[in-house]
C-alpha cells in the first residue's frame, strides 16, 4: 500500500515537473498551419457581384500571408474574359475601379462547370481522383486551421451551385463532421454571404467551429452599389464592409473574431449579420485572433525554467548519451570479403 502511495506521488511530481514543457507542446502543435477555401457558386453576367465578393477575400488572405499552396479558389464563372465586360481581364469590386481584383497573380483552382457540389465535398473529405494535382487538394490535416468563404444565391437552408443543384445545410454539417472525423481540421471559421445565411449553419454539429453569415432566417443579403459602366452590381453589402475591415489588418493585428462579427451592423448591412459560437468550446472568441485563420504568423510563447526544470533537462540529456554510448559499444563490425570466394 505504501509503495503504490509512493509511486502515486512520484508520478504526479513528475507530471508537474513537465507541465509547462507539456502546455507549451500543445500550443504549438496544435495549430500550425492555415488553409482557406473561398467559393462563388454563381454563373451569369449579373452575378458579377459573387466572383468580385470571392477575389476580394481572396486578396486580403493572401496579403496576411496564406500562400497559394494553401488557398482553394473556386469561380463558377470567368467574369474577367466575359464578352460583356468593357475591360478583358480585370474585375473590380468598386466603382472608383481602384484595385483589379483579379490581378496578374490569381491561382484559381476549379473554374466553370467544374464548381460543383460533388467537387466541393470531394475536396473537404480529400475523396479527389489520384490524378488530381496537388494545388487543387486540401491537404490539411489536425493542426490546421480552415476558413471557408462562400458566396451566391442562397434561400432557407440551401446555397445554389452554378443556378441547376444546390447543397443544404443538413449536407453541408454533414460533409463537415466528415472533415472532423478524419482529423482534416483543428479550427474552423465558416463565413457565408448569401440571402438566409444564417440557415446555412444553423445545422452544423462538430466540434471547434465558428460560423457567420450576412443574414438571418427570412432576410435578403443586398448588395452595396452599381456600377453604371457595366450595368450591375459589383459587390454585396457584407463583403463590401467585411472587406473594408480585413483591409486595415497587418499580421501581427490583434482584433479578434468578434471584432469581425460587428464589422457590419445593421445599419450598414440593411441585413441582420448572424452568428454561432456554441461549438467553439476550447477557447474565448473574444480573445481569438481573427488571424488565427486567415493569416500566415507563428506566435511564440516563452517559458520560465527554473533550477529544478533545467536539472531534469540535463538529467535526460545525460542518460540519452550514456544510452546511445552503450548501444553503439554493442554493435560489432567485420569485414566483407571483397571479391566472392566459390568452394
Known sequence: MFLRYFLTVLLFCFTSALDPFEKFAESTTRHTNNWAILVDTSRFWFNYRHVANVLSIYRSVKRLGIPDSNIILMLADDMACNPRNPRPAEIFNNVAEQINVYGDDVEVDYRGYDVTVENFVRVLTNRLPEVTPVSKRLLSDESSNIFIYMTGHGGDGFLKFQDNEEISAVELADVIEQMWRKKRYHELFFVVDTCQAATLFEKFYSPNILAVGSSKRGEDSLSHHVDPKIGVYVIDRF????????????????????????????HLCISEVTWRTDLFTKRDYHKTLLTDFIGNVRRTEIVMLNSQLLDNIIINSTLNQTFDKQDESKQEFTYISQMPILD
Not at 467585411?242 to 451592423?265: G, R, V, W, Y
Request: overall charge neutral.
Open 239 to 266: 463583403t463590401y464592409y467585411a472587406l473594408e475591415f480585413l483591409e486595415k489588418l497587418k499580421q501581427d493585428s490583434q482584433k479578434t473574431i468578434n471584432d469581425f462579427f460587428h464589422c457590419c451592423p445593421k
